[in-house]
């Protein structure tokens, strides 16, 4: 017995030493180098998948695609943080360190289709700022403690150069995107939107724009406090001001206007716009742009509103009337997602490419330097005991360094690419276009502007309208070891009660119905009571359309859509399109409710409470029904012999 004791206590002072051997091998200097180029591999990678697929997030509203970008925008501000504290307290020497340092300074800054995540990571500019120059001190620190070659200190001018032009474009995308970026960006137009409605004296014509000056671009201003105190000393003339900021109509400033009085082959009706396709991607960047003011709390005068629903009647009018609004809303749309989520308002600033031309020199002219360092560093790897070859003879390091490279100029010809075919490029060769006179007699320029701007290798938006269905999913119940108390504080809470059901795509018939009831009356919409009065059931049934919340009447009409749609043949809801209307809407608003009540008049908190008991009064009355069909025999025989008690299912049955 003391002998098996004596063995276990062997046993086990063994096991002792071993596990300390193993720390200290993970403390070694080899093994951090290896961790730091594991670890520069992976970022590398990461900030490829940021680069591709960054710019699909609006088109494709799948937590399959959103989770991994999620993932990867995060993990990689992280990763680069804690290589670098790796690389600036390595305790050996590695002539390719300083090198992947300004390379990881490079990635922190660089995906200009992915700037931030979400909207609350525009609020943290000044954050991202004090961290990129914390970091960037970290890394000039480095560079003087290393003793380094001349061939190195010029691999290192060049790429440090890219660094402060990667940084500024994103810390002023992050401004822009802001509340205060926001305001500041809108007030030009803000102020000039508030009297623009009287330059037009009531000569409007929507068909040829005549009247219509919304600004579509906006050339370089100079005008500073300093100069505009000089022009008006110069001028001896103090008039009163009124304190807004004063935009000149001048050669410099396309309007829509501008636009469709252009004489040019590529933008006439008659010539290579005959769908007016080119023409609207200006009129949907003007669009954007009123919009913007929403965004920056400035507001629009009455007559401004009513100049512009004239505007708007204009796209209606037609046979496809509702597909051209559509397109521009579309487009209007993708403008807005671009300004809080990528650099593109940016980039296409009247400065923003030139600086993105002078950051592809340098990237060529640094990569040339580099590769020319790798050849160098190979040749000298029997100096250093902690590098490793390959069979090949190459330096490990070296093919590191490889990688970096790829990513760095595949990430970037992906990102030029991109932004050569966007809808900013197209708006501004099309401004250029209408500013340039001599560009209507060149038939080569036509054809590329043409060409770019007809090319579209994704849609702008999903077109899919997001589903929910009370009645299937009142009984869903979230796995509860993934959404609880305590998981909350890390990922959304999914209620019961839950669940979507499949997406519809957005079809013809639900365009033209939103379209038709905008175009019927717009300022008497009445929720709904002017389709009842339309088919004399008002006095039976708007009492519906009155509730105390909106989430109620969306949720009582929802229901009596759902018992409709299974109690009418097959055969009439797949002709009939008023069903097919209904349903998807109903099912659409259901889902806003559910999923994203922010977006309704009621508050989110109000609307969130009151669907909780929603779910909880259907779970009670439908307990015993397992099947759809006896759900709406329930609901049915509800109808008939209960009287409303204030229940939204009991109403909507």
Not at 237 to 244: E, H
Request: hydrophobic share 40%.
């Amino acid at each position: 017995m003391r002998d098996l004791q004596r063995r276990q206590q062997g046993a086990g002072n063994k096991t002792l030493p071993e596990a300390t051997a193993l720390t200290k091998n993970l403390r070694t200097p080899q093994a951090n180098l290896a961790k730091i180029k594991l670890l520069v591999c992976l970022i590398a990678i990461l900030l490829i998948l940021l680069n591709i697929f960054g710019s699909s997030r609006c088109r494709h509203n799948n937590w399959k695609l959103r989770i991994p970008l999620w993932a990867a925008y995060t993990l990689s501000s992280y990763l680069i943080a804690y290589t670098l504290g790796l690389i600036t307290e390595a305790s050996f020497r590695n002539e390719m360190l300083p090198v992947w340092a300004i390379f990881l300074m490079i990635f922190f800054g660089s995906s200009d289709s992915y700037s931030v995540h979400s909207l609350e990571d525009c609020e943290r500019w000044k954050n991202y700022g004090w961290q990129y120059v914390i970091k960037f001190t970290g890394v000039i620190i480095l560079l003087f403690m290393y003793g380094i070659t001349s061939w190195m200190i010029s691999v290192l001018f060049i790429l440090g150069l890219t660094v402060p032009l990667k940084f500024s474009n994103r810390a002023a995308s992050l401004l822009s995107a802001s509340g205060y970026g926001r305001q500041m960006t809108t007030k030009l137009i803000a102020d000039y939107m508030s009297s623009e409605h009287q330059s037009s004296k009531g000569d409007l014509d929507p068909c040829q724009m005549r009247g219509y000056n919304y600004v579509v671009k906006v050339g370089k201003t100079s005008s500073t406090p300093l100069k505009k105190l000089k022009e008006r000393e110069a001028a001896a003339q103090w008039d009163a001001p009124n304190y807004r900021e004063s935009l000149k109509i001048t050669d410099r400033v396309v309007t829509i206007e501008k636009v469709w009085k252009c004489d040019g082959w590529l933008l006439r009706s008659d010539g290579g716009d005959k769908d007016s396709k080119l023409k609207d991607i200006c009129l949907s960047f003007s669009l954007y742009k009123l919009l913007c003011l929403r965004f920056g709390g400035h507001s629009l005068p009455k007559q401004a509103h009513e100049k512009l629903w004239k505007l708007i009647q204009h796209l209606y009018a037609g046979g496809k009337g509702y597909e051209r609004a559509f397109r521009v809303v579309e487009l209007e749309l993708s403008f807005l997602f671009d300004s809080f989520y990528t650099k593109y308002p940016i980039i296409f600033m009247p400065t923003g490419w030139t600086i993105k031309v002078i950051e592809l020199l340098l990237m060529v002219t640094g990569s040339l330097l580099t590769i020319g360092l790798c050849f160098q560093y190979n040749s000298n790897r029997h100096k250093d005991e902690l590098q490793l070859a390959t069979r090949g003879g190459w330096s490990i390091d070296v093919l590191v360094t490889a990688l970096i490279l790829i990513v760095f100029t595949c990430g970037e010809l992906v990102q030029f690419f991109f932004m050569a075919i966007s809808e900013w490029a197209k708006v501004s060769l099309l401004c250029n276009y209408v500013q340039n006179p001599s560009w209507h007699k060149n038939k080569r320029i036509e054809k590329v502007i043409g060409l770019i701007c007809r090319t579209q290798l994704l849609k702008p938006w999903e077109r899919k309208l997001r589903q929910y269905s009370l009645l299937e999913s009142y009984d869903y119940n979230p796995p509860r070891w993934l959404y609880n108390s305590f998981t909350v504080m890390f990922i959304d809470l999914i209620r019961d009660g839950q669940k979507h059901s499949a997406p519809a795509n957005l079809s013809s018939e639900v365009k033209k119905a939103v379209v038709r009831s905008l175009m019927s009356n717009p300022e008497t919409l009445k929720n709904g009571e002017a389709s009842l009065r339309r088919n004399n059931v008002a006095d039976k049934f708007a009492w519906a359309c009155r509730l105390e919340m909106q989430t109620q009447v969306i949720i009582v009409w929802h229901i009596a859509t759902s018992i409709f749609e299974h109690s009418v043949p097959i055969s009439y809801l797949i002709s009939d399109p008023d069903y097919l209307t209904a349903t998807s809407l109903s099912k659409y608003l259901a889902y806003l409710v559910t999923f994203y009540s922010n977006l309704l008049p009621d508050h989110p908190h109000n609307s969130e409470y009151a669907f909780n008991e929603i779910i909880i009064e259907t779970r009670c009355l439908l307990k015993a029904c397992k099947t759809r069909e006896e759900r709406i025999r329930t609901l049915n025989r509800i109808s008939n012999t209960m009287d409303n008690n204030g229940r939204v299912i009991m109403q909507g049955a």
